[in-house]
């Protein structure tokens, strides 16, 4: 946890160090998109590894605090390159980005939800197939021991005679 939490926050500022470098010479917004990506990436490791509420040093106060501290900085950092950008490109560029990242993570999801639903959907359907072909087997194999069982009968009936 405490590994992915640095990992998070270096992240953040290396993006922004990157993007602070970047966008004086940006031409547009895709010349520093690479930067914003890592940036998102970096915040949501932090935030990632600051919900997670198990292991032993949970309750710890430098982990506490660490934890916070950086969650606080990603922030800082989200705001700072959102400024920029704005200031860059022009006011609401940054909503636009975070707005359409949004929409396309909740697309993701719906994709997700859809894609595990029909796989779902197709394992029940296999298992109604399966239970028939059991139950056919099943049935058949009831029709031949009958018919064995009858024939036997007939045989043993002919013997006996």
Same mark, same amino acid.
């Given at each position: 946890?405490?590994?992915?939490?640095?990992?998070?926050?270096?992240?953040?500022? &290396?993006?922004?160090?990157?993007?602070?470098?970047?966008?004086?010479?940006?031409?547009?917004?895709?010349?520093?998109?690479?930067?914003?990506?890592?940036?998102?990436?970096?915040? &949501?490791?932090?935030?990632?590894?600051?919900?997670?509420?198990?292991?032993?040093?949970?309750?710890?106060?430098?982990?506490?605090?660490?934890?916070?501290?950086?969650?606080?900085?990603?922030?800082?950092?989200?705001?700072?390159?959102?400024?920029?950008?704005?200031?860059?490109?022009?006011?609401?560029?940054?909503?636009?980005?975070?707005?359409?990242?949004?929409?396309?993570?909740?697309?993701?999801?719906?994709?997700?939800?859809?894609?595990?639903?029909?796989?779902?959907?197709?394992?029940?359907?296999?298992?109604?197939?399966?239970?028939?072909?059991?139950?056919?087997?099943?049935?058949? &194999?009831?029709?031949?021991?009958?018919?064995?069982?009858?024939?036997? &009968?007939?045989?043993?009936?002919?013997?006996?005679?």
């Amino acid at each position: 946890m405490i590994a992915e939490t640095l990992a998070g926050i270096a992240l953040v500022k &290396s993006a922004v160090d990157g993007i602070k470098s970047a966008i004086g010479t940006a031409q547009d917004i895709g010349d520093i998109a690479g930067h914003i990506d890592n940036l998102f990436e970096g915040e &949501s490791q932090t935030q990632r590894a600051r919900n997670k509420k198990s292991g032993v040093n949970q309750f710890n106060i430098n982990s506490v605090a660490k934890e916070t501290i950086d969650a606080k900085i990603a922030a800082e950092k989200l705001y700072e390159v959102s400024v920029m950008v704005d200031q860059r490109f022009g006011h609401g560029t940054w909503a636009g980005i975070v707005t359409e990242r949004a929409k396309r993570i909740q697309e993701a999801k719906e994709a997700a939800f859809v894609v595990r639903k029909e796989k779902a959907l197709k394992q029940e359907e296999m298992m109604e197939t399966i239970k028939m072909t059991a139950i056919v087997l099943g049935v058949i &194999s009831v029709i031949i021991a009958a018919v064995i069982g009858m024939f036997l &009968s007939a045989a043993i009936a002919m013997i006996l005679q």
